[in-house]
């Protein structure tokens, strides 16, 4: 089993920044993939950003790109969301999630394992 920890969310003006870090333990050799999704209230949970645990390589939904990154820190076993140029529309609960090599990143039902998630607010 993995176990996923969020923090970091919190109260932002618009245009403030914020970072989200996720801390993975437990059987992490497992995992290929870590990824952020989001969800608003009434609303789909969607994808924010992907990046590959061993080479590091990202992928972003068009509406954060250019605004967030995300990266890992190996030795910690930790992946961080920094979120930038923030909106009202970016308000959400964001969950790190983790999976094998198979299936799409973009597809929060090919994740395996779930954070608790984090509040992220942006105020106007």
């Known amino acids: 089993q993995v176990q996923l920890v969020e923090s970091g969310g919190g109260l932002v003006q618009t245009g403030g920044s914020l970072r989200l870090s996720c801390a993975a333990s437990?059987?992490?050799?497992?995992?290929?993939?870590m990824g952020w999704f989001r969800q608003a209230p009434g609303k789909e949970r969607d994808f924010v950003a992907a990046?590959?645990?061993?080479?590091?390589?990202?992928m972003y939904a068009d509406s954060v790109k250019g605004r967030f990154t995300i990266s890992r820190d190996n030795a910690k076993n930790t992946v961080y969301l920094q979120l930038n140029s923030l909106k009202p529309e970016d308000t959400a609960i964001y969950y790190c999630?983790?999976?094998?090599?198979?299936?799409?990143?973009?597809?929060?039902?090919?994740?395996?394992?779930w954070g608790q998630g984090t509040q992220v607010t942006v105020s106007s």
């Open positions: 999630a983790a999976k094998g090599y198979s299936g799409s990143s973009y597809y929060a039902g090919n994740y395996d394992y």
């Open positions: 437990g059987r992490t050799f497992s995992l290929y993939t």
């Open positions: 990046i590959s645990w061993r080479v590091g390589s990202t």
